[in-house]
């Protein structure tokens, strides 16, 4: 499932106000943890299309987006659901190559 780019301009009307939860990933292309993580996140939007829509943002060209939610790094990934924010937190124990791993993400959304 390809998953979606969110900007500024799509941000409130497609995830803030959307009925159905989305996740977020801050991310960018100069990041190893980040490009690692995408096909993670591809399998996880196709496996959990029914209970949740996900997006990229990409924090190089959306700066504004990226100061308020994301000021601490990259990877980041947030769940909106009925316009809050929640943090899905960095594990205690990060993947070396992704820093999520497939299944903490997994078990995080499932459990959410």
Do not use: W
């Not at 292309?29 to 990229?56: Q, S």
């Amino acid at each position: 499932m390809k998953i979606k780019i969110a900007t500024l301009s799509n941000f409130e009307g497609e995830i803030l106000e959307s009925s159905k939860s989305s996740v977020v990933k801050f991310a960018n292309d100069g990041c190893h943890l980040c490009v690692n993580l995408k096909p993670i996140c591809e399998r996880l939007a196709e496996d959990l299309k029914d209970k949740y829509k996900f997006y990229d943002v990409d924090t190089f060209e959306e700066e504004k987006l990226t100061e308020i939610f994301s000021d601490d790094g990259v990877p980041t990934i947030y769940v909106f659901h009925n316009g809050d924010a929640t943090e899905i937190p960095y594990p205690d124990s990060p993947d070396e190559k992704s820093g999520y791993s497939e299944q903490y993400l997994r078990e995080y959304l499932e459990s959410f």
